[in-house]
């Protein structure tokens, strides 16, 4: 680790422990979305590590952007699920498909935390195969789409004020019949957002189920061509795969730490139960599986920042670390016996966020076929690196490049 990123986990602590910790709780008791927070964390920096300096990001990168998730979840998982739309998934497909104007247009306040993102794809009937099964169906009148259909686990659509949603154009093309829109729920009409029930996860931060009838969306705020949607949203997940392997590893930390401190804190017979043999062997899994996710998401986030192919290792890393996250937050439980359910104790509800990073950027299953195809030498896992068309976070500063030639 350089000193620079170093830095960046220290800022980040101090930033979760001063502004996010003394507050929290209190968002989640009145169930109010923490949109100040969010304004907050982005004039600090921490939504734009990826993105150049011209649209406000840091240009740090892809490990440094691993470092604030993995950071932030370890701290208080429940506002940093925010982290996706505000700083990855979002922004990120409207600098890699959108026009300049609209990447300057919207990409910034996204960043800034001044406006709060979402992405959209997962339907009810899609699960995995999102795009060729999805029946949100965007129809061309003039100059605006009126999109009608249904989206699942939409995080946040319910305070979104730009957000990306993809739906088909072009009903017979399976995927290739997908299209990318940005959309902007409080300024048209047709969009309703559902809070979505769970158990154990924020209630100031939901997901949500999304109801669109007759949406508009002008033509203008359309990402890329017609059918370019499926082409965004893969580009999309891949560094969305490690983000979201980092927020499970910084899950698999905090259980660890948790338990740790209790194991030293609760006695039996006299003495720790950290102290007995069995405890012992909960901890040294923990600690080895903790170590593993870390080199994987680190060694991943590295690939991406030096441009090289990066979605196998991208799957990898995700996996571990979401297998690591469910292991410790389990482990954990265990050791804090009966009051692993108490609510008081976090690690109550990091396993239910455990369980969401198992499933979120494509499921543990997905991942293993993905990696099982690649070593069986079926579908290479990087057939695709280099060859989207697509621009590159790292490389292309469009806005820059826009500036130079007014």
Not at 147 to 162: H, L, R
Not at 170 to 184: E, N
Request: net charge neutral.
């Amino acid at each position: 680790m350089s000193e620079e990123i170093e830095a960046v986990r220290d800022m980040v602590n101090r930033f979760m422990e001063t502004e996010v910790v003394p507050v929290m709780e209190g968002y989640e008791q009145r169930r109010e979305f923490p949109r100040e927070l969010i304004r907050k964390a982005g004039a600090a920096g921490l939504y734009g590590a990826v993105f150049p300096e011209s649209v406000g990001g840091s240009n740090m990168g892809y490990l440094a952007a691993a470092v604030i998730q993995e950071e932030m979840c370890r701290i208080d998982v429940r506002f940093a699920s925010c982290n996706n739309q505000q700083g990855s998934t979002c922004p990120s497909c409207i600098y890699f498909g959108g026009t300049p104007e609209q990447i300057q247009k919207y990409v910034p306040n996204l960043l800034a935390g001044v406006t709060i993102g979402m992405m959209s794809l997962t339907e009810s009937g899609g699960g995995s195969d999102a795009a060729g099964n999805m029946q949100t169906f965007a129809r061309r009148d003039g100059d605006v789409y009126r999109i009608s259909g249904q989206k699942m686990w939409a995080s946040i659509a319910n305070e979104t004020d730009v957000g990306v949603l993809f739906a088909k154009t072009d009903r017979a093309a399976g995927a290739k019949g997908v299209s990318a829109f940005i959309v902007q729920p409080k300024k048209y009409p047709g969009w309703t957002a559902q809070p979505i029930e769970t158990m154990g996860l924020s209630t100031a931060l939901r997901t949500n189920v999304v109801y669109l009838d007759d949406f508009v969306v002008p033509v203008e705020d359309r990402l890329g061509e017609e059918g370019e949607g499926f082409k965004i949203i893969m580009r999309t997940l891949q560094p969305g795969r490690v983000g979201v392997a980092a927020k499970a590893l910084g899950v698999a930390r905090a259980c660890f730490e948790d338990a740790v401190r209790y194991a030293n804190e609760r006695t039996l017979r006299g003495q720790p139960i950290g102290r007995f043999q069995m405890i012992q062997s909960d901890i040294a899994e923990m600690a080895v599986a903790i170590e593993a996710s870390r080199a994987l998401v680190y060694k991943a986030a590295i690939a991406m920042d030096e441009s090289q192919p990066s979605n196998r290792l991208a799957a990898i890393a995700k996996y571990h670390a979401s297998q690591t996250a469910k292991f410790c937050a389990d482990k954990a439980v265990q050791i804090f016996g009966g009051y692993g359910l108490a609510k008081e104790y976090r690690v109550s509800w990091y396993r239910a966020y455990a369980d969401m990073f198992f499933t979120g950027e494509g499921s543990a299953n997905v991942q293993k076929i993905l990696i099982a195809e690649d070593a069986l030498g079926y579908k290479l896992a990087d057939r695709h690196h280099g060859k989207t068309g697509l621009r590159d976070i790292r490389k292309d500063d469009v806005i820059a490049q826009l500036n130079a030639t007014r």
